[in-house]
């Protein structure tokens, strides 16, 4: 806390002045708390400006920052940080405030006048950067930076413009990961500090860390159902677990040697904490292993390779040999590979044929496509084996890891592009949108230049027009991508 219940806080805003003049002077901070005075140094080596008009750089346009907020794990918790924050922030004109892992604020919510003010003296404002190294101290650059709650006050702030307010911050972590998710923070005139607020902030992030938390084990609990089948088939020695490296269901806990694993991304052999050997084998489009000591590993089939991503005959290879099947089948495979956990006869005509599907013309093809990859395919419902590698999961498991350009590169074009089947043509669009929308979102140019590279991102003018303004003006590429948005005016023009 920046201050207690007894000292005025006038007086001790004028200490700290002091205090921070004598700093910019080259002088010790014997008389800051430890966490500010580490936060002016690292602040200082930074080169921040302490008496720079605008304070915090703005990263991202408001629609861009409403994009970010929509897709942040944090955004869920909306409510609950309202139903905690609000009352003491309506009753002391404060704001409430969620910022990401790297403190560009997300979300603000609070009396408009205090918004307002607080956007025009110090651009304190959504898509503006608030880390340390983009405004010097403050409690959610502060809080990042040391990875722990903290009020700041008054001359606290590194920066003069910022010295008018106080606020108070908490990191919440994601239960799943330990990884850091963002800061929640309360931000008011200098006048409306106290020490009520910064526990209020720390107890909200608590809260959200909990509903997090609570999210986390449905979502267990969810995949424990979907891959009950897959963990019992292998008896012991066999065990489901996050990308996180959790065990979350199975046998593991006895030889695994270790609460959290680190897995191989895309699968594969480990060495645990114990000694012994596993196979990590992803299920799902990598939404979590199945591991497998290395006694039961030995008894996996051949591994089954899909590509399906621009192409309208699937390239199927089983154990390092080729085989060549029919555009339906390369249909069947293609929602398969959706669908980890498997499909009916009745889901797959539907998605195969529409209303006009039959489970019997449906049946038949399975026969063949089963007989075709050696029985790779369980039946009723028919789902992929686990260890299935494909294109299609590859993209779907980055983008959900967030690796947004490494998915654009991993991209040639549209599932299955030509077919006309109503559950392939879904999956299709939805891939496809999702990816665009990481890409326009991610603020990295190498993602749209994969995208626009790909023979969905090709025409993609608005993907172009972006590229465009990212580009540094010494890159080479900056000329083809002006020719483009040129020659795609003309045309839809």
Same mark, same amino acid.
């Given at each position: 806390m920046a201050i207690d219940t007894v000292t005025p806080p006038a007086e001790r805003a004028r200490e700290l002045r002091r205090a921070w003049e004598q700093f910019l002077g080259g002088g010790d901070v014997a008389t800051v708390r430890?966490?500010?005075?580490?936060?002016?140094?690292? %602040?200082?080596?930074?080169?921040?400006?302490?008496?720079?008009?605008?304070?915090?750089?703005?990263?991202?346009?408001?629609?861009e920052t409403l994009a970010r907020w929509d897709e942040h794990p944090l955004a869920g918790a909306a409510p609950l940080i309202r139903a905690c924050l609000g009352t003491i922030a309506e009753a002391a004109d404060q704001l409430m405030v969620v910022s990401d892992a790297q403190g560009m604020l997300l979300w603000i919510e609070g009396d408009r006048r205090v918004q307002d003010r607080a956007a025009d003296t110090m651009n304190f404002a959504e898509g503006a950067m608030w880390s340390e190294g983009g405004a010097g101290?403050?409690?959610?650059?502060?809080?990042?930076?040391?990875?722990?709650?903290?009020?700041?006050?008054?001359?606290?702030h590194f920066n003069e413009a910022v010295q008018?307010?106080? @606020?108070?911050?908490?990191?919440?972590?994601?239960?799943? %990961?330990?990884? $850091?998710?963002?800061?929640?923070?309360?931000?008011?005139?200098?006048?409306?500090?106290?020490?009520? %607020?910064?526990?209020?902030?720390?107890?909200?992030?608590?809260?959200?860390?909990?509903?997090?938390?609570?999210v986390m084990h449905d979502r267990d609990e969810r995949l424990r159902r979907r891959y009950e089948h897959v963990v019992a088939a292998g008896g012991v020695g066999r065990a489901l677990v996050s990308p996180s490296g959790r065990v979350i269901a199975g046998e593991a806990n006895g030889w695994a040697g270790s609460q959290r694993l680190v897995l191989p991304p895309e699968g594969g052999e480990l060495v $645990?904490?114990?000694?012994?050997?596993?196979?990590?084998?992803?299920?799902?489009?990598?939404?979590?292993?199945?591991?497998?000591?290395?006694?039961?590993?030995?008894?996996?089939?051949?591994?089954?390779?899909?590509?399906?991503?621009?192409?309208?005959r699937a390239a199927v290879e089983i154990g390092g040999r080729s085989v060549q099947v029919s555009r339906r089948h390369t249909e069947i495979l293609a929602l398969l590979a959706a669908r980890p956990a498997g499909m009916t006869t009745e889901e797959l005509a539907a998605d195969l044929y529409g209303d006009a599907g039959?489970?019997?013309?449906?049946?038949?093809?399975?026969?063949?496509?089963?007989?075709?990859?050696?029985? @790779?395919?369980?039946?009723?419902?028919?789902?992929?084996?686990?260890?299935?590698? %494909?294109?299609?999961?590859?993209?779907?498991?980055l983008l959900d890891r967030g690796s947004v350009r490494e998915a654009a590169e991993h991209y040639p074009g549209p599932l299955v592009p030509h077919s006309e089947a109503p559950g392939v043509a879904r999956e299709r669009d939805a891939l496809e949108a999702w990816l665009r929308h990481a890409v326009m979102t991610a603020d990295d140019h190498e993602a749209l230049w994969a995208w626009v590279q790909c023979t969905s991102g090709s025409d993609d003018l608005p993907a172009w027009k972006r590229l465009l303004a990212s580009l540094p003006h010494a890159d080479p590429r900056r000329s083809l991508a002006a020719a483009r948005v040129r020659s795609l005016r003309l045309a839809y023009a």
């Open positions: 430890e966490p500010i005075a580490d936060s002016w140094e690292r %602040s200082s080596a930074a080169g921040v400006d302490p008496s720079a008009e605008r304070v915090a750089p703005v990263v991202a346009d408001l629609d101290t403050n409690a959610v650059g502060t809080a990042i930076a040391s990875d722990h709650a903290v009020q700041v006050f008054a001359a606290e008018a307010w106080t @606020c108070s911050a908490a990191t919440v972590h994601d239960p799943d %990961s330990e990884q $850091l998710l963002g800061v929640i923070d309360l931000t008011g005139a200098m006048k409306t500090v106290h020490p009520h %607020s910064f526990g209020t902030a720390v107890a909200t992030a608590q809260a959200v860390e909990a509903y997090l938390r609570g $645990l904490a114990s000694g012994a050997h596993a196979l990590a084998e992803p299920v799902g489009h990598g939404e979590a292993f199945v591991l497998r000591a290395e006694g039961t590993a030995a008894k996996r089939g051949p591994t089954l390779r899909l590509g399906l991503l621009g192409l309208d039959r489970p019997g013309t449906v049946r038949v093809e399975m026969f063949r496509l089963r007989k075709l990859l050696g029985g @790779c395919v369980a039946a009723e419902p028919y789902r992929l084996p686990p260890g299935v590698v %494909s294109d299609l999961a590859r993209v779907q498991a």
